[in-house]
């Protein structure tokens, strides 16, 4: 039963794999390819919120401010010095890993929701630094002419090359990000939201994890920053505000927090569903916050809690057809 | 000296919590702490664990200062402890419980642990079974992979001290482990301390439970208002008159 319904998720994952792989050839138009484009970008973010929200309790809501410093980064290195994106997308990781560490400082002193109105705080701080350091940054004008990337000579410069570029990186971060949870380090995250107390008295580093998810959270911003930099050719501080980081949050409260299918699930349910709500215009935000509401209520553990519902919904349809047999619903119960 | 508490004091603003105490423990004891509620300790377990830094005294393990160190560097140092109301991760499995009280002895770095997956799994494995053997060991082995706190409550008491073994400790703080068992459940709670200390794994017991605590303690000390009023074995403490006043009251009181 259990190797059947693990052929059943290699053949699902082998099937999405493939999908996914030529999908650039089976899209309607390039409109198409660009809004997922958009997608693996913003993955990214929420994939990294989540694995310090979700997993490690800590409020980053900087968020947006830490993919703009990923951006100014990979924009500056490029546009001023002329740094290939192969040099610069480490380098903006770094940057912003670094900064969100020192984001990360005040989760000494505050937790949760304090936490979480301190970060929204620095992070308007460093937006404000990206506004007004014209000279450096281009200031409210941003960024533009940033060239993209090129493999071998070869310039990635549509919708249908940064895609595999994009698709790479959301791949590699989503296996990296269940590496960091699944082991040890996600353990000690899980630790320290669980429980901080018993977690220091267990022999976590408490400090060294909450900064640990801070800078890893900025790691992931930073990856994102980069691609979008590059990817969009123009940038300027009012995307990294305060407001993106709210919709990494709303992503992954909609997906599932704690959850790293979640993040996957809730950017694509909310940036699919925008597109949609475009032809009710200015009603397009209130359709948006219905949505969510709805998601909150009914579903607190997010949309892949509908995964499990439906395990459940089998299990009992199955039990029903086999009735006398054996009753399922009651083996999975009594440990 | 192995385990010595010096003068230890803990001063909540007007409030002295622990006043000057000094206790001794040797290796390999199973040494008892009583005293009526509210006595201090619990406080005296949270210095221990370095949740609070002593406003007074200190207190020395295998000739070292512990009592500034912070929590994680105690624990690493030695120490480990079970919470009166226990505190176990409720995201988390048994087994995994266990597992976040082993990683301050992982030997993988940082970037390992996010990049090298063969070495993260061969060293989870070792965890994993030393896991297994310390929940076989407190007879818990069955619900590795239950949630942990939709155990059982004797259960669940047994799973926390797992954990607290799984960091490996010299010394184990245990803070009412029998509160909210029953007669069967204390009985073989009793057994399993003594397992403990068969491991070579010191006991220092706060609890209420005076059968328990008289059977089993070699040395109690008996803690009132902060102060320590007594030390000595079982039979000496039960005759102690002034322990018997602290917990009954002076006769002429009335």
Same mark, same amino acid.
């Given at each position: 039963? #259990?190797?059947?319904?693990?052929?059943?998720?290699?053949?699902?994952?082998? +099937?999405?794999?493939? *999908?996914?792989?030529?999908?650039?050839?089976?899209?309607?138009?390039?409109?198409?390819?660009?809004?997922?484009?958009?997608?693996?970008?913003?993955?990214?973010?929420?994939?990294?919120?989540?694995?310090?929200?979700?997993?490690?309790?800590?409020?980053?809501?900087?968020?947006? %401010?830490?993919?703009?410093?990923?951006?100014?980064? +990979?924009?500056?290195?490029?546009?001023?010095?002329?740094?290939?994106?192969?040099?610069?997308?480490?380098?903006?990781?770094?940057?912003? &890993?670094?900064? +969100?560490?020192f984001?990360?400082?005040?989760?000494?002193?505050?937790?949760?929701?304090?936490? &979480?109105?301190?970060?929204?705080?620095?992070?308007?701080?460093?937006?404000l630094?990206?506004?007004?350091?014209?000279?450096?940054?281009?200031?409210?004008?941003?960024?533009?002419?940033?060239?993209?990337?090129s493999?071998?000579?070869?310039?990635?410069?549509t919708?249908?090359?940064?895609?595999?570029?994009?698709?790479?990186?959301?791949?590699?971060?989503?296996?990296?990000?269940?590496?960091?949870?699944?082991?040890?380090?996600?353990?000690?995250?899980?630790?320290?939201?669980?429980?901080?107390?018993?977690?220091? &008295?267990?022999?976590?580093?408490?400090?060294?994890?909450?900064?640990?998810?801070?800078?890893?959270?900025?790691?992931? &911003?930073?990856?994102?920053? +980069?691609?979008?930099?590059?990817?969009?050719?123009?940038?300027?501080?009012?995307?990294?505000?305060?407001?993106? %980081? *709210?919709?990494?949050?709303?992503?992954?409260?909609?997906?599932?927090?704690?959850?790293?299918?979640?993040?996957?699930?809730?950017? /694509? *349910?909310?940036?699919?569903l925008?597109?949609?709500?475009?032809?009710?215009?200015?009603?397009?935000?209130?359709?948006?916050?219905?949505?969510?509401?709805?998601v /909150?209520?009914?579903?607190?553990?997010?949309?892949?809690?509908?995964?499990? #519902?439906?395990?459940?919904?089998?299990?009992?349809?199955?039990?029903?057809?086999? #009735?006398?047999?054996?009753?399922?619903?009651?083996?999975?119960?009594?440990? | 000296?192995? @385990?010595?508490i010096?003068?230890?004091?803990?001063?909540?603003?007007?409030?002295?919590?622990?006043?000057?105490?000094?206790?001794?423990?040797?290796?390999?004891?199973?040494?008892? @702490?009583?005293?009526?509620?509210?006595? =201090?300790?619990?406080?005296?377990?949270?210095?221990?664990?370095?949740?609070?830094?002593?406003?007074?005294?200190?207190?020395?393990? $295998? =000739?070292?200062?512990?009592?500034?160190?912070?929590?994680?560097?105690?624990?690493?140092?030695?120490?480990?402890?079970?919470?009166?109301?226990?505190? @176990?991760?409720?995201?988390?499995?048994?087994?995994?419980?266990?597992?976040?009280g082993?990683?301050?002895?992982?030997?993988?770095?940082?970037?390992?642990?996010?990049?090298?997956?063969?070495?993260?799994?061969?060293?989870?494995?070792?965890?994993?079974?030393?896991?297994?053997? @310390?929940? !076989?060991?407190?007879?818990?082995?069955?619900?590795?992979?239950?949630?942990?706190t939709?155990?059982?409550?004797g259960?669940?008491?047994?799973? $926390?001290?797992?954990?607290?073994?799984?960091? !490996?400790?010299?010394?184990?703080?245990?803070? $009412?482990?029998a509160?909210?068992?029953?007669?069967?459940?204390?009985?073989?709670?009793?057994?399993?301390?003594?397992?403990?200390?068969?491991?070579?794994?010191?006991?220092?017991?706060?609890?209420?439970?005076?059968?328990?605590?008289?059977?089993?303690?070699?040395?109690?000390?008996?803690? !009132?208002?902060?102060?320590?009023?007594?030390? =000595?074995?079982?039979?000496?403490?039960?005759?102690?008159?002034?322990?018997i006043?602290?917990?009954?009251?002076? $006769?002429? !009181?009335?």
């Amino acid at each position: 039963m #259990k190797n059947k319904s693990s052929i059943l998720k290699w053949i699902f994952i082998g +099937a999405v794999v493939c *999908l996914l792989l030529v999908f650039p050839a089976i899209a309607k138009s390039r409109y198409q390819v660009h809004i997922v484009n958009n997608i693996g970008i913003w993955i990214l973010l929420s994939l990294g919120l989540n694995i310090a929200m979700g997993y490690g309790g800590q409020f980053n809501l900087a968020l947006g %401010a830490l993919w703009g410093v990923g951006a100014y980064t +990979a924009a500056l290195l490029q546009t001023r010095l002329g740094v290939p994106f192969w040099i610069n997308l480490p380098l903006s990781i770094i940057s912003a &890993a670094i900064m +969100a560490a020192f984001v990360g400082l005040p989760s000494f002193k505050v937790r949760s929701h304090y936490l &979480a109105i301190v970060t929204i705080g620095l992070g308007e701080v460093i937006n404000l630094f990206l506004v007004n350091q014209d000279e450096l940054t281009g200031g409210a004008l941003g960024i533009n002419r940033i060239k993209p990337p090129s493999l071998f000579g070869f310039p990635i410069n549509t919708d249908e090359r940064f895609y595999y570029l994009i698709l790479i990186m959301v791949i590699l971060g989503y296996l990296i990000g269940r590496q960091i949870v699944s082991h040890r380090i996600g353990r000690a995250f899980r630790a320290l939201r669980d429980d901080f107390q018993a977690a220091r &008295a267990m022999g976590v580093n408490t400090g060294y994890y909450q900064i640990l998810a801070f800078a890893i959270s900025g790691a992931y &911003a930073g990856a994102a920053g +980069a691609l979008f930099a590059q990817w969009n050719s123009y940038i300027s501080p009012d995307i990294f505000e305060f407001k993106s %980081a *709210l919709i990494v949050l709303t992503m992954i409260l909609v997906g599932g927090i704690g959850n790293l299918p979640g993040s996957v699930v809730g950017t /694509v *349910l909310l940036l699919v569903l925008n597109e949609y709500l475009r032809v009710f215009e200015r009603w397009q935000l209130v359709g948006y916050g219905i949505a969510i509401i709805v998601v /909150v209520l009914f579903l607190p553990g997010g949309v892949v809690q509908l995964a499990g #519902k439906f395990e459940d919904f089998r299990q009992r349809w199955l039990a029903r057809l086999t #009735k006398g047999k054996s009753n399922v619903e009651e083996q999975r119960n009594v440990p | 000296m192995f @385990l010595e508490i010096d003068q230890l004091t803990m001063q909540f603003g007007g409030l002295v919590a622990v006043n000057n105490v000094s206790i001794n423990i040797k290796k390999g004891e199973i040494h008892g @702490l009583i005293g009526p509620n509210g006595s =201090g300790k619990t406080t005296i377990f949270n210095v221990l664990s370095g949740y609070y830094k002593p406003t007074g005294g200190k207190v020395s393990f $295998e =000739g070292r200062v512990i009592s500034d160190l912070p929590a994680h560097q105690i624990t690493a140092a030695g120490f480990a402890r079970t919470f009166q109301s226990m505190r @176990l991760f409720k995201s988390m499995t048994v087994l995994e419980n266990l597992l976040v009280g082993m990683g301050h002895h992982a030997k993988v770095g940082l970037f390992q642990e996010i990049f090298d997956p063969v070495a993260v799994h061969r060293e989870e494995q070792k965890f994993i079974e030393k896991a297994m053997e @310390l929940l !076989d060991l407190l007879e818990v082995a069955d619900f590795a992979n239950e949630l942990a706190t939709s155990l059982p409550y004797g259960h669940q008491r047994r799973v $926390e001290m797992a954990r607290a073994l799984a960091t !490996d400790p010299k010394v184990i703080l245990l803070d $009412e482990p029998a509160a909210g068992l029953n007669e069967i459940e204390t009985e073989s709670l009793r057994k399993t301390l003594t397992k403990i200390r068969d491991l070579g794994v010191t006991i220092f017991l706060v609890e209420h439970d005076m059968k328990l605590v008289m059977g089993i303690c070699e040395i109690i000390s008996v803690l !009132d208002y902060g102060k320590k009023i007594a030390e =000595g074995t079982g039979p000496a403490i039960r005759k102690n008159p002034v322990v018997i006043e602290a917990y009954l009251g002076k $006769e002429d !009181d009335q």
